[in-house]
């Protein structure tokens, strides 16, 4: 089994990114790490694509989903949406085929400094993904980052720790179980 995990950032210090890997980390699975910025490409148009095709790097995108057997993300939230980053890859690796998600067993996750956590940005995750292939076995958003997150620890507010940790087990049983079900 193994996960494809990525903070919705480009960031080189993004919070999401750190939780990502600590939230894979805690599932006992094997996992890829993404790091978006390894798949910029040109900005988005239907002019360029008719120009150019779809650049190489959105195929490369989609082969990682592809050869998971479930995806955790971490949202960060600029402006009340997503990064222009991550907007960007899904806009491209979209054009490819459908489902966009592959009908994968997914974890959406936010985090951010203030006390919404980009909850609004993983809202329109967990609304929108659901209609362009993404199983949301489950979603979870961390506030205050900063106060609740320790890169050694993890969550560090228990409460927020003991509403997580079943939203994982949930995830990691539902990946478990998709497998099982293939066999």
């Known amino acids: 089994m193994k996960l494809v995990v990525f903070g919705a950032s480009n960031s080189k210090t993004s919070k999401n990114q750190r939780f990502a890997n600590w939230a894979a980390s805690q599932t006992g699975l094997d996992y890829e790490l993404l790091d978006l910025n390894d798949y910029e490409m040109t900005v988005f148009s239907v002019d360029k694509e008719a120009e150019s095709g779809i650049p190489q790097l959105a195929y490369d995108f989609r082969d990682k989903l592809e050869e998971a057997d479930g995806i955790i993300i971490s949202f960060a939230e600029y402006n ?85 940790s079943p939203k994982l087990e949930k995830f990691v049983g539902e990946v478990q179980s998709e497998l099982a079900s293939e066999s």
């Open 80 to 164: 009340g949406s997503y990064t222009s980053a991550f907007k960007n890859i899904f806009d491209w690796f979209s054009r490819i085929g459908n489902p966009r998600w592959l009908d994968k067993p997914m974890l959406l996750l936010s985090t951010s400094p203030g006390k919404r956590g980009a909850a609004t940005a993983l809202d329109v995750a967990v609304r929108t993904f659901p209609h362009q292939g993404g199983k949301v076995v489950d979603h979870f958003s961390l506030p205050s980052f900063n106060e609740n997150f320790d890169d050694e620890k993890g969550i560090v507010n228990q409460e927020l720790l003991n509403e997580f």
